[in-house]
């Protein structure tokens, strides 16, 4: 099977600073893949490097086998990789339905003449494109929200927006760089069955998330970085509980007191 994304010995440098270091994985098709890791792991430098955001230093990203290693973000995102950003990116000063409808610009058809011209075929779009939206925004429980101004949502709801925004643009692959950031237990847990009713849908998805209880109820697979390095790969239970995670997490390995007896082997905890 050919991976929906391949990512073959990326590396980025920022001067003498190494942010991503030969980081290899391939995201099978309809897969969901966390990435985790302490602060400062390239995490996010390594979504900037497949979208297109930056260039790589060395090392090539596939999509479905092709390369497509120094596309601009723009052509990336028209293949249907599509992402999310940590700090949010909303039109605050335009209604909620018309920051998801942005999104929806992948897949429209109609050029400006048309549209300048309101001839049928702008018509019929403009309205699918307004269904989609309002479409989005129920999937993510933001239904009747739609002419609110998006800055007078909460936090939270403005995290759902963004991800809205993204299934707008009907994406082959998400990914999400810290989604339930600012979201409350119920609405990480509502959004952990989004993932998995759009998986079952055909998305594949790469999520970066420091919340280990979404980690472990959604990936199915979690790779770990560290100081721009891979240093594990495997099913969550097996990462969490992956010496090399654990030091890297809390800085030293746990041990237990001298003549303490045999203890549990330590994890990296999960929010109660």
């Known amino acids: 099977m050919i991976a929906a994304l391949r990512i073959a010995a990326l590396s980025r440098r920022f001067g003498g600073v190494v942010a991503v270091r030969e980081v290899d994985a391939d995201v099978a098709p309809q897969e969901i893949v966390a990435v985790i890791g302490p602060n400062g792991a390239g995490k996010t430098t390594l979504f900037n490097l497949i979208t297109g955001v930056l260039p790589p230093t060395s090392g090539n ?89 998006a800055r007078d949502l909460p936090f939270g709801q403005q995290r759902l927006l963004e991800i809205a925004r993204a299934l707008a643009a009907r994406p082959a692959v998400l990914l999400l760089d810290e989604p339930t950031a600012g979201l409350s237990a119920p609405e990480a847990r509502s959004l952990v069955a989004l993932m998995r009713r759009l998986r079952a849908g055909g998305v594949t998805f790469v999520v970066i998330e420091h919340n280990m209880d979404v980690v ?57």
């Open 216 to 272: 472990m109820d959604a990936a199915d697979r979690v790779i770990v970085l560290d100081y721009g390095e891979k240093i594990a790969e495997g099913p969550p239970q097996a990462v969490q509980r992956d010496p090399r995670v654990i030091a890297a997490y809390l800085g030293e390995e746990d041990t237990a007191p001298q003549g303490a007896g045999p203890a549990a082997a330590p994890t990296l905890e999960t929010r109660p």
């Open 61 to 149: 990203v596939y999509y479905h086998g092709r390369r497509i290693t120094g596309w601009p973000a723009s052509r990336i995102a028209a293949l249907g990789v599509i992402r999310t950003f940590q700090n949010l990116l909303i039109f605050g000063e335009t209604t909620v339905v018309e920051n998801v409808m942005a999104g929806c610009h992948r897949w429209t058809r109609t050029g400006l003449l048309e549209a300048a011209l309101a001839l049928p075929a702008a018509r019929r779009e403009d309205r699918q494109v307004y269904d989609a939206a309002r479409e989005a925004l129920a999937f993510v429980g933001l239904e009747g929200r739609e002419q609110v101004p």
